[in-house]
């Protein structure tokens, strides 16, 4: 049996009835007789024990269920090179498949079969030499892509002294635990994706918190639910990830207005992506995504939108208006002089004490109870001006805060007579003397640009 085994077998990669592993074991198992290899599967779901046989380690696996034991003569250590190549390059003619044109670049390309290589196509598992041998340099290697490899998190860092100009790192589907801070090394990495490490919680992504020009980072589908800053106090600043512009934390566990507020404290944070969370999905996701505008200041970006001026502005006042009974209670009020809100009302909330310097405390009118929905309690009533034409008296209509811009144009349109397509419209309150908001949007309504009762419609032609 020694004579048909390699004589480098731990570590090979293996096939057994087209399923793939590693072998990590060889030799007895007793008390059964005979030698056997000891293999963790590229699929977990495949095995039955972490290398584990009634009380003894025989080897280690990365997932609890990971790890088989085979007869040698189960096992296909492979084929040559050429032979793979032919084997799943060369199907014959019922298994040539369809033709189909994908586009590369600005290039098209006519493939054949392609679907059928898809099926076939499996993640390439890496062995690493054991010791603290130099690595090989890749002196102009600037993007590097090891997802799906079963690299380890020290594996990585004992490479990345060969890598010394990488500027991207894609870790995704590694069960990846960060395990020590990177030194010396990945300094120059401005992209690091870390997606689908299922292990990795926020007191290991604080071991990366330093790396000095990590812009971008990706954890999809880690699993998180929580973070926070340590070293940074209500409203402050954290030192960590100091230059990160750029989050994506897609199809996590985030439920908690917690994880937007230290969000807040990131110092360069400009976009974030949160799909699929908690958080961010439901019947209240439109208005918790107004919150998350509201809650992080420097925010440029959100899930891939960008957040424009007049979308901040109505964000932050809506966000202003619901909490405001709740900052009352809490010892907020319209007196700067008597305005404490108490510590736990800041925590929940920490940018409203800013949003009230910025848009004034709001007033009691505005926090009454909400009434039931019906056509009257919605109306607005407002001045109509004509800035440009001194001959056109002041007029007051209502209308209601559901009513687009458009709709408003072609109302003026017929009152003034002027052609909608001439029409520029914008708003001013007695709230913010002296600023002029204009209605840019002709698909949105008033109410997504918070003109309120008493407020003064603008319009230029």
Known sequence: MNDMLPSDVIGRRVAVNGERATVRFYGTVPPVAGLWLGVEWDNPERGKHDGRHEGTVYFKCSHPTGGSFIRPSKVSFGVDF??????????????????????????????????????????????????????????????????????????????????????????????????????DVLQMVKLLDLSSNQLIDENQLFLIAYLPRLEQLILRDIGISSLHFPNAGIGCKTSMFPFLQNLIVDDNQISQWSFMNELDKLQSLRSLSCLRNPLTVGSGAKTNLQFIIAKIGQLQTLNRCEILPEERRGAELDYRKAFGNEWKEAGGHQDPHKNRPNEEFLAAHPRYQFLCQKYGAPEDGELKTQQPFLLKNQLLTLKIKCPNHSDQKVLEKQLPDSMTVQKVKGLLSRLLRVPVSDLLLSYESPKMPGREIELENDQQSLQFYSVENGDCLLVRW
């Open 82 to 183: 050429l032979t793979a190549l032919r084997n799943r390059y060369e199907d014959g003619p019922e298994e040539c498949g369809k033709k189909e044109i994908v586009t590369i670049g600005k290039k098209p390309v006519e493939t054949i079969g392609f679907d059928s290589v898809i099926k076939k196509q499996s993640e390439n598992k890496l062995g690493f030499a054991p010791g603290p041998s130099a690595p090989r340099t890749f002196a102009a290697l600037k993007v590097l892509v090891l997802n799906g490899t079963g690299v380890t998190w020290a594996e990585v860092l004992r490479c990345a002294a060969g890598w010394p100009v990488l500027e991207e790192l894609y870790l995704k589907s590694n069960n990846i635990t960060i395990s020590e801070r990177p030194a």
